[in-house]
């Protein structure tokens, strides 16, 4: 197993390119299933576990795929199998999103239920009532989800979201672009990963209005084709190293950026007294070292986005004052703070909201990571720790950053990735 030793108190300074969107990659990939049509060309595919566990899956189903250089190339021609099993699902929640793709091209699709994550039980009932919506009957039966479309064609319909989903819209709308008529759906998740993800449909030949926003409008088509296309950046990559270069004093420069997709995070690191510059695509983010107490409250987009919470949650230790952290999404998504605690900060939780009480001087320990974005906290802590901090099974880390030590290191940190054994 993997661990990242940190030398902290080093001061993170200069530019660096921003990697694929991970979280937009996952439904493009998944939506490469409604169609035999031809080869897919995706450029700017982060190298990741979780894309890796994806490919994996698609080969389970019987999609040929290969990947080099941050281009992945799918062909769905040969669909052998609509089944994805519990041991591929289990390691990513995201292979929820081959249900909507292989219901509205075949019919049918079998998907083991997700189950849960570190911060919570994380349901699916949307992502069904959606499929029923659309005419899909669903059973649910020894941990799967089968579902069916009668006569094998789903058909158009109004779904009316009762709370914002990103996994739910996307799997709504890549199962629309090929049911009958025209679907209509209201509190659409209006994300840039959702957003990007009807670009691509349209590039494929679907027909959908107000992409962007929370009222989508999508008309069936019976048949779509491959494309080439170029994933957005990640937004919580750049989101995270901003946040580097805050809590350490540092200044940084991200190319290959939208700054609208960040303008909620931007907000914030100058309301805490960073200075924050654009272009079209690029941000810089100065520090002066010192940080003011921000109060957040984590919604879905545009709102400050809760990917980010975990990461402010640790550069707020190091602000002159008290800020409060709300979580309106996930209330129970808290893990990362024990262990900074641990390592010297004093956060309080209540309920959904963390209490950071700043500063505090951090010093390094072992810290164990729980999560994606928890053990991006743990890093960002460990930047500006005194001494050594050593961060625990950072396999979670791999699943949602590209060599996040190596671009920390290019930028002046001094992190080490070496081999452990737990017991
Ligand atoms: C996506 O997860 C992201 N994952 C998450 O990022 C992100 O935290 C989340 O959106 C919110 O922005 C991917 O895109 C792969 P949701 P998703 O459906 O789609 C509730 C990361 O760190 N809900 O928008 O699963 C749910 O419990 C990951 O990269 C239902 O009640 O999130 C939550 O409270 C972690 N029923 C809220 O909706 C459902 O059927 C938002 O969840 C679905 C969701």
Not at 38 to 56: C, M, R, S, V, Y
Not at 209 to 234: P, Q
Not at 293 to 320: C, G, H, N, R, S
Request: include cysteine; charged fraction near 20%; charge should be neutral.
């Amino acid at each position: 197993m993997d661990k990242l030793v940190i030398r902290g108190g080093r001061r993170i300074s200069g530019s660096i390119t921003a990697s694929g969107s991970k979280n937009t990659s996952l439904p493009i990939i998944a939506a490469t299933l409604l169609t035999g049509q031809g080869t897919f060309t995706l450029h700017h595919i982060p190298d990741l576990k979780d894309i890796l566990t994806f490919t994996q899956l698609l080969h389970h189903l019987g999609v040929e795929t290969s990947y080099s250089g941050n281009t992945l190339k799918v062909s769905s021609r040969n669909v052998e199998s609509l089944q994805a099993p519990y041991e591929l699902v289990k390691k990513m929640r995201a292979s929820i999103y081959v249900l909507g793709p292989l219901l509205a091209r075949f019919g049918h699709a079998r998907v083991s239920l997700p189950g849960g994550c570190a911060f919570g039980p994380r349901p699916i009932d949307l992502h069904l009532l959606a499929m029923e919506k659309l005419g899909a009957t669903i059973t649910i039966e020894t941990g799967f989800i089968d579902a069916t479309a009668p006569d094998g064609k789903l058909h158009g319909a109004h779904i009316d979201f009762p709370i914002s989903s990103v996994g739910a819209t996307g799997n709504a709308v890549m199962a629309a672009v090929l049911a009958e008529g025209r679907t209509t759906i209201s509190n659409a998740a209006a994300e840039p990963e959702i957003e990007t993800l009807c670009k691509f449909l349209i590039a494929m030949g679907a027909t959908i209005k107000g992409t962007g926003t929370t009222e989508l409008e999508i008309e069936g088509t019976d048949s779509l084709n491959a494309v080439e296309f170029h994933n957005i950046f990640d937004r919580i990559e750049a989101g995270t190293l901003l946040a580097a270069a805050a809590i350490t004093g540092g200044d940084i420069t991200i190319n290959g950026v939208e700054p609208e997709q960040l303008k909620a995070i931007l907000k914030k690191f100058v309301q805490a007294g960073c200075s924050v510059e654009t272009t079209v695509n690029s941000v810089t983010l100065k520090s002066n070292g010192k940080l003011l107490p921000t109060d957040v409250t984590a919604k879905p987009y545009p709102a400050f986005p809760t990917d980010m919470q975990a990461q402010w949650i640790a550069l707020m230790t190091q602000a002159e004052g008290t800020s409060n952290i709300t979580d309106k999404v996930y209330h129970e998504r808290f893990n990362h703070i024990p262990e900074l605690n641990r390592l010297g900060a004093h956060i309080e939780i209540r309920k959904n909201q963390a209490i950071v009480h700043g500063p505090q001087r951090l010093s390094g320990t072992k810290v164990m990571s729980t999560d994606l974005r928890a053990s991006a906290s743990l890093v960002l802590a460990g930047l500006v720790a005194a001494g050594t901090t050593e961060v625990l099974r950072v396999y979670h880390l791999d699943r949602g950053y590209e060599k996040i030590e190596v671009k920390l290191n290019s930028l002046g940190a001094d992190i080490s990735r070496e081999k452990y054994n737990e017991f």
